[in-house]
């Protein structure tokens, strides 16, 4: 069954793409949900001359996710999980938790247009997030077990506080020579 989709779906096409569905599928979620229309011959015609009135407004669009494209292309998400012994996360890492750090870092993404495998064990994963059907940005997750950080802040505090000690036996130390 060939559609006219009328908003973007994830895994499926975007605005305005003319896709193939099972007609099941088509028939009874998309077409009913208003996410798509029959892709008839006059249609298509209408699609046509949608597009070319619509062109510099779908310019202006594309420009903007490329904006937004480029505020996260160099981000890199680090995110802390309960795992267990044999390295087995208690859950999943997925697209909400990623949106979620996202936002935590001041780039508000909608959920709905990443995608991730879930992440099920520890190590390295990309998230993938869909602007608009040009741009795409991949970002790089690594999902690290919660003990791990912990471990690595108690063994900089000590090496913190050292300096500290010292700092003023060498301020007295020049005081009580002069």
Do not use: W
Not at 119 to 140: L, N, R
């Amino acid at each position: 069954m060939e559609l006219i989709l009328k908003e973007d779906i994830i895994g499926l096409g975007y605005k305005n793409d003319i896709v193939n569905v099972k007609s099941g599928y088509g028939r009874n979620y998309l077409i009913p949900q208003g996410k798509a229309v029959i892709a008839s011959p006059m249609a298509k015609k209408i699609l046509a001359e949608n597009l070319k009135q619509q062109a510099h407004k779908l310019a202006a669009i594309k420009a903007e996710a490329e904006k937004k494209g480029e505020a996260i292309k160099d981000v890199a998400l680090c995110i802390a999980a309960k795992v267990s012994a044999t390295g087995q996360l208690y859950g999943s890492v997925n697209a909400n938790i990623v949106a979620e750090e996202l936002k935590k870092l001041g780039h508000d993404i909608d959920r709905k247009i990443i995608t991730m495998t879930d992440a099920k064990t520890v190590g390295d994963y990309t998230a993938i997030v869909h602007f608009h059907k040009e741009v795409e940005v991949a970002i790089p997750v690594k999902v690290v077990a919660e003990n791990a950080p912990a471990e690595k802040k108690e063994e900089a505090a000590p090496v913190a506080e050292a300096p500290v000690a010292e700092a003023p036996v060498e301020e007295a130390a020049p005081a009580t020579e002069e």
